[in-house]
């Protein structure tokens, strides 16, 4: 299987985790025919190295698709994806200029997928 991130080990080194966009949760969740495949990938890659970290914007992003916040809650387990408040975003890694992050595709905006967003649960 390729790897879906160049020289993620790199990029990560001085990192305590990667802020996950809500474009990488949503191409999941909603099967994205060009995308799901490879951010399952970048996710599964990120979390085999360190923390996957979410803020309270993407949490919200990807709300739309859910009933309740239980399910939301379930979706994004605590255990899998810290939750940061987002005055200490910025500091996730020092080294870099930007934190960094898991992203997809920035053609198709968060609203249009989150309106073909129809969990399960």
């Given at each position: 299987?390729?790897?879906?991130?160049?020289?993620?080990?790199?990029?990560i080194?001085?990192?305590?985790?990667?802020?996950?966009?809500?474009?990488?949760?949503?191409?999941?969740?909603?099967n994205?025919?060009?995308?799901?495949?490879?951010?399952?990938?970048?996710?599964?890659?990120?979390?085999?190295?360190?923390?996957?970290i979410?803020?309270?914007?993407?949490?919200?992003?990807?709300?739309?698709?859910?009933?309740?916040?239980?399910?939301?809650?379930?979706?994004?387990?605590?255990?899998?994806?810290?939750r940061?408040?987002?005055?200490r975003?910025?500091?996730l890694?020092?080294?870099?200029?930007?934190?960094?992050i898991v992203?997809?595709?920035?053609?198709?905006?968060?609203?249009?997928?989150?309106?073909?967003?129809?969990?399960?649960?």
């Amino acid at each position: 299987m390729t790897t879906a991130l160049r020289n993620l080990a790199a990029r990560i080194e001085d990192c305590r985790g990667v802020l996950v966009d809500s474009n990488v949760l949503l191409d999941i969740a909603t099967n994205d025919a060009n995308w799901a495949d490879w951010s399952a990938r970048a996710l599964a890659e990120c979390a085999d190295r360190t923390a996957l970290i979410i803020n309270p914007i993407v949490y919200a992003e990807v709300s739309i698709g859910f009933s309740s916040i239980e399910a939301l809650d379930a979706a994004l387990p605590s255990a899998s994806y810290e939750r940061e408040a987002l005055s200490r975003v910025r500091g996730l890694c020092d080294s870099l200029p930007a934190p960094p992050i898991v992203s997809s595709s920035p053609l198709q905006s968060a609203r249009d997928r989150s309106a073909a967003f129809a969990p399960t649960a």
